[in-house]
Each structure stands twice: as C-alpha cells, then as structure tokens.
C-alpha cells in the first residue's frame, strides 16, 4: 500500500526557507508517477504547489513559481520542497501527494504537517 | 489560469437528505474534473474523478456529473459520516486548481 508521510521544521522566521521532505513507502519514487505537493492555510481552502517527476520535470504554480524549488531523491525513497522567502502568508497545512499518470488525480496523500511562519 | 468556483459554500443538511454541489469553471475543461472530501484535520480523500468516475471503495451514493464548464457532485441520501468539506479540483490545464470548497454541516 502507497503511504506518504512528510516531515520537516514546523516553525518557520520569516524571510527564511521553508524545507519539507516527503517520504514515500509501498511504491518506487522513479515508477512514473508524479508527486505534488498541497498547502491549506489554517480555515482556508486548498492550493496546489507544484509537482516533479523522478526524471526531473516539475510543473510549479506560477503564483509561487519565483519562491519554489523541488527535488526527487531516488536513493531515499523520497522527495522535498523548498519555499523561499516565506512570510506569514505561507503559514499552513503542507500536504504531499501522488499522482499515477500525468492526467491522474491525487490518489494518495500525506497525513499533513503544519508550518507556522513566525518569528 | 482556471478558476473553480463552488456553489453553496456552506450547506445545512440532515441525514437522508439529497445534497448537491455546484462546480462551474472559468473556461471549458472536458471531463477533466475530481471531487475530494475532507474532514477536519485529514487529508482530502478522492471520491470522484473524470467527472463522473467513482473511485474504488467510495459509496455509490456519491455520484458526479457534467463537463466544459459546469459540474455536480450529488449525495443521494447523506449519512453522519458525509459532514465534511467538498472540493473540486480541475486537472485540465496547469496550473492545477481547487474551488473554494462546500462545507456541508447539520
């Protein structure tokens, strides 16, 4: 059975990086798939970050684009994200995910780790 | 990029109760469209997708509707455990996108 899991700092100064790393299980991080990740600020709605492929390809909402970094790391299992220059605004919920295919739905997401921006 | 808007954002129900939700995008997406479910402090869960598809496992009292621009998500009798949050999410162009949400409460 897929299961993600994410970990990382859950506080978070302002102007500094946020950095989360998803840990995969059940399947292979290089099987085709396509992993995203998800923010939900506290009482709000759901915003899709961006997504990367194992070969490297990602696809970043361009509302983030300029702030965001991700990466696969094959040898681990797992893959990360980085936002730069947070502020208060980023603090949320931070979800990853899978998708199968390139035209799929999220089919398997993490438990959620909360990250305060806060000095 | 497309937007997603969800209509009522907030419904009161009771149980038995037929409940539909409104999905209406701001250009044509196909059939390219997924329902999740959640509930608080979990992640969302896919009930539906390509429109009208119903994942494995989901009760077929979900069901979904509709393509290009509208679509419904209808609960044909609500049980205690469907209070939730709906959204829908688009997967037709990136950026991916979600509505609002619809929070169906008692």
């Known amino acids: 059975q897929v299961q993600l899991h994410e970990s990382g700092p859950g506080l978070v100064k302002p102007s500094g990086t946020l950095s989360l790393t998803c840990a995969v299980s059940?399947?292979?991080?290089?099987?085709?798939?396509?992993w995203s990740w998800v923010r939900q600020p506290p009482g709000k709605g759901l915003e899709w970050i961006g997504e990367?492929?194992?070969?490297?390809?990602?696809n970043y909402n361009p509302s983030l684009k300029s702030r965001v970094t991700m990466s696969v790391d094959k040898s681990k299992n797992q893959f990360s994200l980085d936002l730069y220059s947070v502020t208060a605004a980023d603090t949320a919920v931070y979800y990853c995910?899978?998708?199968?295919?390139?035209?799929?739905?999220?089919?398997?997401w993490g438990q959620g780790t909360l990250v305060t921006v806060s000095s | 990029d497309i937007q997603l808007t969800q209509s009522p954002s907030f419904l009161s129900a009771s149980v038995g109760d037929r409940v539909t939700i409104t999905c209406r995008a701001s250009?044509?997406?196909?059939?390219?469209l997924v329902w999740y479910q959640q509930k608080p402090g979990k992640a969302p869960k896919l009930l539906i997708y390509?429109?009208?598809t119903l994942q494995s496992g989901v009760p077929s009292r979900f069901s979904g509707s509709g393509s290009g621009t509208e679509f419904t998500l209808t609960i044909s009798s609500l049980q205690p455990e469907d209070f939730a949050t709906y959204y829908c999410?688009?997967?037709?162009?990136?950026?991916?996108?979600f509505g609002g949400g619809a929070k169906v409460e008692i």
């Open positions: 390509a429109a009208s």
């Open positions: 995910a899978r998708r199968p295919f390139y035209s799929d739905p999220f089919d398997y």
């Open positions: 999410q688009q997967l037709n162009t990136y950026p991916l996108s």
């Open positions: 250009q044509g997406i196909r059939s390219d």
């Open positions: 990367i492929h194992h070969i490297g390809s990602a």
């Open positions: 059940g399947v292979f991080i290089n099987n085709n798939n396509w």
